[in-house]
T-cell receptor, first 114, second 110 residues
Framework: EAQVTQNPRYLITVTGKKLTVTCSQN?????MSWYRQDPGLGLRQIYY???????DKGDVPEGYKVSRKEKRNFPLILESPSPNQTSLYFC?????????????FGPGTRLTVL | AQSVAQPEDQVNVAEGNPLTVKCTYS??????LFWYVQYPNRGLQFLLK??????LVKGSYGFEAEFNKSQTSFHLKKPSALVSDSALYFC????????FGAGTTVTVRA
């Protein structure tokens, strides 16, 4: 089944404790991205990757890191999480970002930073 | 670059009535436009897209959207809404540096 998977689905952590949220897709998509969703603010893009080893900042990259060492995986790293990073996070992928390709979204990761 | 706007934060309709969720776009070049739906506690799901050709696009769950170049709109429609259509709807264009907006919350009352 074609899908985007994220792990963990739920995470409660404390300020400053490094964490990684994994994202993996099995559709051989070139483009992957991370969004955070907050009430009233919609989905804001954190980082995106046009292909392996090619990443760039989205609208809200502060406090996050990403890597794209292989095509299928695009982990989101919070080196020192803070309470303002409490949010619902979505990973997405598409064949290519520009043009006619729709995005496939993961199920989301609900992160709480205490 | 392309961008979209959803002018309504909320849409409320009675079950069985027509449902319209509005989206307007600004574009340089040919627009590629998409609708996604987010059901409670779920990720976004693709509904339909306009690439080129027929202005009326049909998608999943009985939804359709009409591309109107003169009004620069891409409104999502369903002839007869169901309570299960209650969700958050997002219009999107494929600009790789674009975040989604807040979307439109649709509530269909029984």
């Amino acid at each position: 089944e074609a899908q985007v998977t994220q792990n963990p689905r739920y995470l409660i952590t404390v300020t400053g404790k490094k964490l990684t949220v994994t994202c993996s897709q099995n559709m051989n998509h070139e483009y992957m991205s991370w969004y955070r969703q907050d009430p009233g603010l919609g989905l804001r893009q954190i980082y995106y990757s046009m292909n392996v080893e090619v990443t760039d900042k989205g609208d809200v990259p502060e406090g996050y890191k990403v890597s794209r060492k292989e095509k299928r995986n695009f982990p989101l790293i919070l080196e020192s999480p803070s309470p303002n990073q409490t949010s619902l996070y979505f990973c997405a992928s598409s064949l290519q970002r520009e043009g006619r390709n729709e995005q496939f979204f993961g199920p989301g990761t609900r992160l709480t930073v205490l | 670059a392309q961008s979209v706007a959803q002018p309504e934060d909320q849409v409320n309709v009675a079950e069985g009535n027509p449902l319209t969720v509005k989206c307007t776009y600004s574009v340089s070049g040919n627009p590629y436009l998409f609708w996604y739906v987010q059901y409670p506690n779920r990720g976004l799901q693709f509904l339909l897209k306009y690439i080129t050709g027929d202005n009326l696009v049909k998608g999943s769950y009985g939804f359709e959207a009409e591309f109107n170049k003169s009004q620069t709109s891409f409104h999502l429609k369903k002839p007869s809404a169901l309570v299960s259509d209650s969700a958050l709807y997002f219009c999107d264009s494929n600009d790789y540096k674009l975040s989604f907006g807040a979307g439109t919350t649709v509530t269909v009352r029984a």
